[in-house]
């Protein structure tokens, strides 16, 4: 009854899917709203989260070689306008402090939107000769822009990430670095959030803002819009020009450092929440849980259950995040609680699971209710939360794979948006006004082009020119 | 030779300790100055040391039961206004963020400069009742002051820090945490930086915007002024009026909870450098260090040394943060450079080392060498960091030690002031008069009435009128 009760704040993802995803962060206390416009308050269970992010990728990036840099917040209006397309890019979205110290500044310092004019000053400093490179750069931090509607962790004015900056002796190198970052992007979010990804590159007209060619990997959500989860951009020697940036090379010529740089976000919060996420509200992937076992004793007022519980709760801190609620609510509303706020296993003991030396496991995912004896649970838990991660990553495959359809003609496209959302596999031929013509026809975007590519056609979708990529498509946050 | 070269490039600090600062934190790459006034760029190896500052320090705050959370950037100019006397202190010093998105803003937004108001307001949100407290929130940010002079970590216009934020049912449990929480700081800069610090309280003078006690740890530099190395503030339920936060209290009636704040920052690796750093360059201790064994081949052309000082390194690994110099540069110019960057331990292995089954370790602190068996490396290692960090905070308390001095009359005190640098111990009446008189008169000020008091006199070093406390006195970064 309590148990209903509680569920049943959440609006249900078939009434509407944005008001539960909007119960989902505010009831799972993941965020709070500020009366700083479009900011949000990461709260504890919603920061724990991002920890654990940062953690896993972090030992990645140290993995395959890169250090971790601090740039300051701030970009003197004259640094950021050193490169044409960046700074066309990011000018009219960035938040300009023209005070400072009771004084108007002579020049504009602009919050950084994203931090390649302070990195590109910084290494002209530091890269003199080939033996500097490469450079192997990330920073975590905070950055603005100044977005017009926003959705907590989707779209914020401010959010956290990180951002790599790489300088390399070669272009072929540099490239490499850009495919690499994103294979260990692609990686992480299947091996620690369960999401898969599809991988490719985005079209000229979805580029980053100066780069050559951004990669992408796009996560497929429980609605069918596509999300953005992460980027790696290959920008070839144009801010290092820029920047006037020069090594000495091999051949003892001066030479341009070739460049990329890779951002993931706080918006993988949102991603984790539309994939795995139900009408009980978060079903959090294992690696990230901050309590992977909840431990809630039952009847804890009988002789030596809550004892029996904190010291199970001991045992299992050994090999997993794990938290006890001894609290005086009653266990159906701490079942419904921890379900609601995602935790992978729940982990009940009572006075006749002691009688039997035993206790209870229930899977978040499946809600799968297992009597596991005491001495058999570590190889339980791990077991568990190896096949929670599988069956979460096969839920969203399969969820992926039933809404990508492919169109070869524009009735069929069209028809497709119409539809239910998600991927449409449609060929192209390259031109910005076919991918236009598909916005404002069928009121889809490219999602990317991936890097799998299939022979749906030999010809565009839209114009029936000779298609040169497969491209999908679909409606994204 | 080129070991002399090197360190000569490094100003002596008996002849422009200012100078040999910045040589220090420059020559051993800890930052770069960026176009940005008054910020830094933190570079791989400055910024690390900042990873094991918070590596350690995270895990003490989690363990006196904090939670990390996020909060927004910037603050709404009237949000910043809901406490007098906070906004009075903060005001002068804040960047105004004006325009955003194109257009001017209807309301200016401050740049953090600390956040006690965004605390407030989240708070006001979730705080009803006496079972929700108490909040025991922490968060690792940047925050910004517009500082007029800037010196690297000492005092920059963006800083890194962590700042703490808590509210609680009664005033006794408030207090109670913030000593906590100075306790916490000291022990941290004493078993981890091998500083050790001075615990005390500010003056009114001296104290936090808003608050109505700063607790603080105060260093002594090498130069013999102090830095002021964490503060701890307790605040009463000043904000918590003003910002009309209120709790139904176990009599069911409205109360308003007490609250706290505390910080360290960037500014401690300053500390480490003017504590422990010698004419050689940085001196870091053992905990911190980025790299606390270095390994170097000698005549590392020779067969196996390559080998063998590789796989040495991976076996040290195990226990310690270890790396080897495999470059083409003298051993000699190793020595001098890994020196130079302070790293505690050297390991040098050699064709006669490897005859003899042994190898050199070479202390950083005292330059001892050491012969030791390769069997026995570990405990060797193990011992010696933990001799290291024993000599370096010896030293430095024999700096302090050797540098404090009391005072009992002005004659004595503007004496002590016109001589080399340090503490002087005075007694004081209280009267913000006298604390005004000793900064014009003798050009020092309150570092902080320490907790461990001593009458020295039972009249104020000042006016003569009935002291009332012990304060040391010095000059302060």
Same mark, same amino acid.
């Given at each position: 009854? +309590?148990?209903?009760?509680?569920? =049943?704040?959440?609006?249900?993802?078939?009434?509407?899917?944005?008001?539960?995803?909007?119960?989902?962060?505010?009831?799972?206390?993941?965020?709070?709203?500020?009366?700083?416009?479009?900011?949000?308050?990461?709260?504890?269970?919603?920061?724990?989260?991002?920890?654990?992010?940062?953690?896993?990728?972090?030992?990645?990036?140290?993995?395959?070689?890169?250090?971790?840099?601090?740039?300051? @917040?701030?970009?003197?209006?004259?640094?950021?306008?050193?490169?044409?397309?960046?700074?066309?890019?990011?000018?009219? +979205?960035?938040?300009?402090?023209?005070?400072?110290?009771?004084?108007?500044?002579?020049?504009?310092?602009?919050?950084?939107?994203?931090?390649?004019?302070?990195?590109?000053?910084?290494?002209?400093?530091?890269?003199?000769?080939?033996?500097?490179?490469?450079?192997?750069?990330?920073?975590?931090?905070?950055?603005?822009?100044?977005?017009?509607?926003?959705?907590?962790?989707?779209?914020? @004015?401010?959010?956290?990430?990180?951002?790599? !900056?790489?300088?390399?002796?070669?272009?072929?190198?540099?490239?490499? =670095?850009?495919?690499?970052?994103?294979?260990?992007?692609?990686?992480?979010?299947?091996?620690?959030?369960?999401?898969?990804?599809?991988?490719?590159?985005?079209t000229e007209k979805e580029k980053f803002a100066g780069a050559e060619a951004t990669y992408?990997?796009? %996560?497929?959500?429980?609605?069918?819009?596509?999300?953005?989860?992460?980027?790696?951009?290959?920008?070839?020697?144009?801010?290092?020009?820029?920047?006037?940036i020069t090594f000495q090379g091999r051949d003892n010529k001066p030479q341009y450092p070739?460049?990329?740089?890779?951002? @993931?976000?706080?918006?993988?919060?949102?991603?984790?929440?539309?994939? !795995?996420?139900?009408?009980?509200?978060?079903?959090?992937?294992?690696?990230?849980?901050?309590?992977?076992?909840?431990?809630?004793?039952?009847?804890? !007022?009988?002789?030596?259950?809550?004892?029996?519980?904190?010291?199970?709760?001991?045992?299992?801190? %050994?090999?997993?995040? %794990?938290?006890?609620?001894?609290?005086?609510?009653?266990?159906?509303?701490k079942f419904a609680q921890h379900e609601m706020r995602g935790v992978p296993l729940r982990?009940?003991?009572?006075?006749?699971?002691?009688?039997?030396?035993?206790?209870?496991?229930?899977?978040?995912?499946?809600?799968?209710?297992?009597?596991?004896?005491?001495?058999?649970?570590?190889?339980?838990?791990?077991?568990?939360?190896? +096949?929670?991660?599988?069956?979460?990553?096969?839920?969203?495959?399969?969820?992926?794979?039933?809404?990508?359809?492919?169109?070869?003609?524009?009735?069929?496209?069209?028809?497709?948006?119409?539809?239910?959302?998600?991927?449409?596999?449609?060929?192209?031929?390259?031109?910005?006004?076919?991918?236009?013509?598909?916005?404002?026809?069928?009121?889809?975007?490219?999602?990317?082009?991936?890097?799998?590519? +299939?022979?749906?056609?030999?010809?565009?979708?839209?114009?029936?020119?000779?298609?040169?990529?497969?491209?999908?498509?679909?409606?994204?946050?």
């Amino acid at each position: 009854m +309590e148990q209903k009760k509680l569920v =049943e704040e959440i609006t249900s993802m078939e009434e509407d899917f944005a008001k539960w995803y909007t119960d989902v962060v505010k009831k799972a206390e993941l965020i709070d709203y500020s009366s700083v416009r479009g900011c949000m308050v990461l709260r504890p269970y919603g920061y724990a989260i991002w920890e654990n992010i940062q953690k896993i990728l972090d030992g990645m990036f140290k993995a395959t070689g890169h250090q971790n840099v601090y740039m300051p @917040m701030f970009i003197p209006e004259s640094l950021l306008q050193k490169e044409k397309d960046h700074v066309e890019g990011f000018a009219p +979205e960035v938040a300009w402090v023209t005070e400072g110290g009771g004084q108007k500044l002579e020049e504009r310092l602009c919050v950084r939107p994203t931090s390649e004019t302070l990195f590109c000053e910084h290494y002209k400093n530091i890269i003199h000769s080939y033996r500097d490179l490469p450079k192997l750069y990330n920073q975590w931090c905070s950055v603005v822009r100044w977005e017009k509607t926003t959705r907590p962790f989707l779209r914020t @004015m401010e959010f956290l990430w990180q951002e790599g !900056h790489t300088m390399h002796e070669t272009a072929a190198e540099a490239i490499a =670095e850009t495919e690499r970052m994103l294979g260990v992007y692609a990686d992480f979010c299947e091996n620690s959030l369960a999401i898969p990804v599809l991988r490719g590159k985005k079209t000229e007209k979805e580029k980053f803002a100066g780069a050559e060619a951004t990669y992408c990997i796009e %996560a497929m959500m429980h609605d069918g819009k596509a999300l953005q989860a992460g980027t790696s951009h290959y920008f070839g020697d144009g801010f290092a020009h820029a920047f006037d940036i020069t090594f000495q090379g091999r051949d003892n010529k001066p030479q341009y450092p070739f460049q990329t740089s890779w951002g @993931m976000t706080t918006r993988l919060i949102g991603a984790i929440i539309m994939t !795995h996420g139900d009408n009980s509200g978060l079903v959090l992937p294992p690696a990230v849980a901050p309590v992977q076992v909840m431990v809630v004793p039952v009847a804890q !007022h009988k002789p030596g259950v809550t004892e029996k519980a904190q010291a199970l709760k001991e045992e299992i801190s %050994a090999y997993c995040r %794990a938290d006890i609620d001894l609290g005086d609510n009653s266990p159906g509303w701490k079942f419904a609680q921890h379900e609601m706020r995602g935790v992978p296993l729940r982990l009940e003991i009572g006075p006749k699971d002691m009688e039997k030396g035993q206790c209870v496991l229930v899977r978040r995912d499946t809600r799968e209710k297992l009597f596991v004896p005491l001495e058999g649970l570590r190889e339980a838990i791990e077991r568990l939360m190896r +096949e929670i991660h599988d069956n979460l990553i096969a839920r969203a495959r399969e969820n992926c794979e039933r809404r990508t359809h492919a169109a070869v003609s524009m009735e069929e496209l069209i028809a497709l948006a119409n539809g239910e959302n998600g991927y449409i596999k449609a060929m192209w031929c390259g031109d910005r006004a076919c991918e236009d013509a598909l916005k404002e026809k069928a009121g889809i975007t490219s999602r990317c082009i991936p890097f799998e590519q +299939e022979p749906l056609s030999d010809r565009c979708v839209c114009c029936g020119k000779p298609a040169r990529h497969l491209v999908y498509w679909g409606k994204a946050y």
